[in-house]
């Protein structure tokens, strides 16, 4: 038996996002019940050269939801970035995960082998539509989920292994 592309990536990144909005939560109660403003922690960075806490969120958001809409051979949608709050992170987040549910397994099978044409700071880079999921969207994911866990844990959230896993 094969997995598809659609259940190597929708519910993944649902499922990852999930849990990222758990961590997120209990940052969230983290700053209100230790009276800490809670911008302190949404610009808290693990070095002064890493993104803060809100960047981790909006770049793993937008691997995922770029990830749904060019294996489904869409456009991804735009975001503006502009979250300050947990409160907008959560909605960033709530949104996101409701772009991956609507894409089809009929949208997504068969993308291993699309070309996925994408822009980055260093200029564009072509894959294998299998390629850009498992070498590229999931590292990149996982990588700034695990960034903002380990923010939140630095500063003193009660966070475990099975926060970042799920249940």
């Given at each position: 038996?094969s997995i598809?592309?659609?259940?190597?990536?929708?519910?993944?990144?649902?499922?990852?996002?999930?849990?990222?909005?758990?961590?997120?939560?209990?940052?969230?109660?983290?700053?209100?019940?230790?009276?800490?403003?809670?911008?302190?922690?949404?610009?808290?960075?693990?070095?002064?050269?890493?993104?803060?806490?809100?960047?981790?969120?909006?770049?793993?958001t937008?691997?995922?939801?770029?990830?749904?809409?060019?294996?489904?051979?869409?456009e991804?949608?735009?975001?503006?970035?502009?979250?300050?709050?947990?409160?907008?992170?959560?909605?960033?987040?709530?949104?996101?995960?409701?772009?991956?549910?609507?894409?089809?397994?009929?949208?997504?099978?068969?993308?291993?082998?699309?070309?996925?044409?994408?822009?980055?700071r260093?200029?564009?880079q072509?894959?294998?539509?299998?390629?850009?999921?498992?070498?590229?969207?999931?590292?990149?994911?996982?990588?700034?989920?695990t960034?903002?866990?380990?923010i939140?844990?630095?500063?003193?959230?009660?966070?475990?292994?099975?926060?970042?896993?799920?249940?």
């Amino acid at each position: 038996m094969s997995i598809s592309m659609y259940q190597t990536s929708v519910p993944v990144l649902v499922r990852a996002l999930n849990n990222l909005a758990a961590i997120l939560a209990k940052g969230a109660a983290h700053a209100a019940e230790r009276n800490i403003a809670p911008e302190v922690l949404l610009h808290t960075r693990i070095t002064p050269d890493m993104f803060p806490l809100i960047r981790q969120v909006q770049i793993a958001t937008d691997m995922a939801k770029g990830a749904g809409a060019r294996l489904a051979g869409v456009e991804p949608p735009k975001m503006e970035d502009n979250e300050t709050t947990f409160d907008e992170l959560q909605a960033r987040i709530a949104t996101v995960i409701a772009q991956l549910q609507a894409y089809t397994p009929a949208q997504i099978d068969g993308s291993e082998d699309r070309t996925i044409l994408l822009k980055t700071r260093g200029g564009e880079q072509s894959f294998r539509g299998q390629d850009y999921l498992l070498g590229f969207v999931l590292p990149n994911v996982y990588f700034h989920i695990t960034t903002a866990y380990a923010i939140l844990r630095g500063v003193g959230v009660v966070l475990g292994k099975t926060d970042f896993i799920g249940k």
